[in-house]
């Protein structure tokens, strides 16, 4: 069964930092990744998505994702976080019949 | 303007009330979702459907139930509110098609509490 786990529950970075959230999938297939954000009180949101054509994805809002097999890794970065980037970001893996599978979420928190 | 919507949005009940969670999609998606979220927690996916009068079971066990009767209304019924049922449920839909990977478009959510 395919599964995705992400690296820390919480990270937090400076407004202008660097921003790096850490996925890694485990999938006996070729796998199809997404990363979605929630906001407060609000539904998910697709940021961009992995569907075996370029290994690095670029998505909404400036961020990106890098595909790479050997590390079965999927880590979603921006280059400088901005204020309004704060938020919970899920890592995804398709199962079977477009069946998505989360990982835990990382809530992001960005200081001023 | 397509969209995805959940009412209500909150909800507090008491104890053995029956409810229902409506979500309706206005996109033409054949497949329809319900996923339930408590707080901090990962989605975990509780019923699927691939199209009218189609229903299956997810991945996390789940004591309601739901009904897909229109193709743009998927709603979730719990028979008997209880205190554990307490948490958040979205609603997603997707487009059938043959590519994997279609994205699915998730409504906000509703907020349950069961006191």
């Known amino acids: 069964a395919q599964s995705v786990t992400q690296l820390g529950s919480h990270v937090s970075v400076s407004e202008g930092a660097l921003v790096l959230l850490r996925c890694n999938y485990s999938?006996?297939?070729?796998?199809?990744l997404f990363w979605y954000v929630q906001y407060p009180n609000q539904g998910l949101q697709l940021l961009l998505k992995y569907t075996s054509a370029a290994t690095l994805v670029k998505g909404i809002n400036g961020f990106e994702a890098e595909f790479k097999k050997s590390e079965t890794s999927f880590h979603l970065t921006k280059p400088s976080a901005h204020m309004s980037d704060a938020a919970e970001y899920f890592c995804?893996?398709?199962?079977?019949?477009?069946?998505?599978?989360f990982g835990q979420g990382t809530r992001l928190t960005i200081n001023p | 303007e397509a969209d995805i919507y959940q009412t209500p949005r909150y909800l507090v009940i008491g104890t053995g009330k029956k409810i229902t969670l409506e979500c309706s999609q206005t996109m033409g998606h054949d497949k329809m979702y319900w996923y339930q979220q408590d707080p901090g927690m990962e989605l975990h996916l509780i019923h699927y459907?691939?199209?009218?009068?189609?229903?299956e079971k997810g991945d996390l066990s789940s004591e309601s139930t739901v009904s897909r009767i229109r193709t743009e209304h998927f709603p979730l019924t719990l028979e008997s509110a209880r205190p554990s049922h307490t948490s958040q449920y979205l609603c997603?839909?997707?487009?059938?098609?043959?590519?994997?990977?279609?994205?699915?478009?998730f409504g906000p959510g509703t907020r349950l509490t069961v006191l």
């Open positions: 999938s006996s297939v070729p796998p199809y």
């Open positions: 459907s691939y199209g009218v009068n189609s229903t």
């Open positions: 995804a893996i398709i199962q079977g019949a477009q069946k998505l599978v």
């Open positions: 997603a839909s997707s487009e059938w098609g043959d590519t994997v990977g279609n994205e699915q478009f």
